[in-house]
């Protein structure tokens, strides 16, 4: 995918240039290092320069147009007219992010009050006059209906570079998500009535194109695959799980024989995602292909391809967001609480992450796959120990959809070894609290959960898409 593309521009008054000698090269010199240090975050920086005047403001527009910006940064160098502003948010529709940032966090008192003359002493004052315009500018972008957001602070203010890296991760997820396709393959799991999915919904509210397939199709590039394409994947295997002595070599291979068909649909239908759920029929082709396919979805979703089973598709969209900011994404639900530890268990069948796996994810057999069909391989493990995000998409009684998301921590302790995924998850309120908060948001039963602390990231992301987020804690 190619890198997405943000603006800068900063903004200043052409009258201050003549009257503060030196004032103008000293405010490029901010706007460079501002625009070095964006250059950091896996975003191609188009700086459009200083503009002080109503004729640049528009050339900028044009320019960012041209290279198809996601979003702006404006960097208020000092103070500004917001006439300098308005026509570059009004003709590119794309987010503004202000950025309020002085050179220091205070003047230095003692050292200004001693400069010699009263130009000096206005000219370094406005070298450190970003604020003056902020409200200037949030009344004007709120009476024409614009959106931004403002990140305050000074140049090498910390919390405010931490602010400014999460909207560029959620600028680069935006634009990720909106070029994803994600396939949709067989059919929900009868009678989940909250898994049941508006795709039409999701097209609209994130760009992402939604590809039906045929698993007569995946059957026939099953067909194809030849023995040494099985012999490599059974190779991956052994490299990327903990493969259990109890797996039968026929149940290997005949995953691996799947596996290497799942690689080739993907790779035919250019999927980033996939959300999938069949039954077949005792003894066909279908069964045997969808009793098979763990294993591979697992891997799949490990290399940057999240699968969700029991064809969760707003879950996989959910998978899709952790996956991209880096976080993983695995399958999850509820399945059962720890009242002595305070702690929810939570875990599912099927497909996992196993690149945030607390250790090496285990390969394992199931006599029987509880509540579907057939027996085969399976995936056991748990989350990394540590800070972990929960994320629901969910589509509400009234038409909208939102995000659902709970911080909390992966935590040591015994978990269930019965071939799934299981983990311990405690929360800064009390599991009764969260399971009754969480549940009565109205997300389906499922959710992805990423390693790390992302929600500040995720409700910018939210406000990029322009839908809510619940946040439980």
Same mark, same amino acid.
């Given at each position: ?19 503060? &000698?030196? *004032? ?9 290092? =501002? /625009? ?5 975050? %896996? #975003? !191609? ?78 000219? &370094?004052? *406005? ?9 200037? =500018? /949030? ?5 024409? %209906? #614009? !959106? ?326």
């Amino acid at each position: 995918m190619p890198q997405q593309r943000v603006g800068l521009f900063g903004i200043g008054l052409d009258t201050y240039w003549d009257q503060f &000698e030196g *004032l103008l090269g000293r405010l490029k010199g901010y706007q460079k290092t =501002i /625009a070095g240090r964006l250059g950091t975050t %896996g #975003l !191609q920086v188009i700086d459009a320069g200083m503009v002080d005047n109503p004729g640049k403001a528009r050339a900028a527009a044009a320019f960012f147009g041209e290279q198809r910006v996601e979003a702006v940064f404006l960097y208020i160098s000092t103070y500004a007219l917001s006439h300098t502003v308005l026509p570059v948010a009004q003709n590119l529709k794309v987010p503004v992010i202000v950025l309020n940032l002085q050179p220091a966090a205070a003047i230095d008192y003692d050292a200004f009050n001693k400069m010699e003359g009263r130009g000096k002493m206005t000219g &370094e004052w *406005l070298a450190h006059c970003q604020a003056c315009s902020v409200p200037e =500018i /949030a009344n004007v972008f709120n009476n024409a %209906g #614009l !959106q931004y957001d403002i990140v305050t602070g000074w140049i090498d203010d910390k919390e405010a570079w931490n602010e400014i890296e999460d909207w560029c991760t959620a600028i680069r997820t935006r634009a990720e998500l909106r070029d994803t396709r994600i396939g949709i393959l067989g059919h929900y799991y009868c009678g989940m009535l909250d898994v049941y999915t508006d795709v039409t919904r999701l097209a609209a509210e994130f760009g992402s194109h939604f590809e039906l397939l045929e698993i007569d199709e995946l059957k026939a590039l099953r067909d194809g695959i030849s023995g040494q394409q099985i012999t490599e994947k059974r190779n991956q295997f052994e490299r990327e799980f903990e493969v259990s002595p109890g797996c039968e070599e026929e149940e290997l291979s005949r995953a691996a024989h799947t596996s290497c068909a799942l690689d080739s649909l993907v790779e035919k239908k250019q999927l980033g995602a996939m959300a999938y759920y069949y039954e077949g029929w005792a003894g066909n082709d279908h069964e045997n292909i969808v009793t098979s396919m763990i294993a591979g979805n697992t891997l799949l979703t490990a290399h940057q391809v999240p699968v969700a089973g029991e064809c969760e598709i707003k879950n996989v969209v959910a998978m899709k967001i952790l996956d991209i900011m880096g976080a993983g994404g695995s399958f999850s639900e509820f399945y059962c609480m720890d009242f002595n530890d305070d702690v929810v268990l939570w875990g599912h069948d099927g497909p996992a992450h196993a690149v945030i796996a607390e250790g090496k994810a285990a390969l394992v057999p199931l006599p029987v796959y509880h509540g579907k069909p057939g027996k085969g391989l399976s995936i056991q493990m748990s989350v990394k120990h540590g800070p972990v995000t929960l994320l629901a998409v969910v589509q509400g009684p009234g038409g909208g959809t939102f995000f659902l998301c709970a911080e909390g921590q992966s935590v040591p302790g015994p978990v269930l070894q019965i071939g799934n995924t299981n983990s311990r998850y405690r929360f800064s309120i009390r599991a009764k609290e969260f399971v009754n908060r969480w549940s009565k948001a109205g997300p389906a039963h499922h959710c992805a959960i990423g390693i790390g602390s992302l929600a500040e990231k995720l409700e910018k992301l939210a406000k990029l898409l322009k839908i809510p987020l619940i946040r439980i804690c």
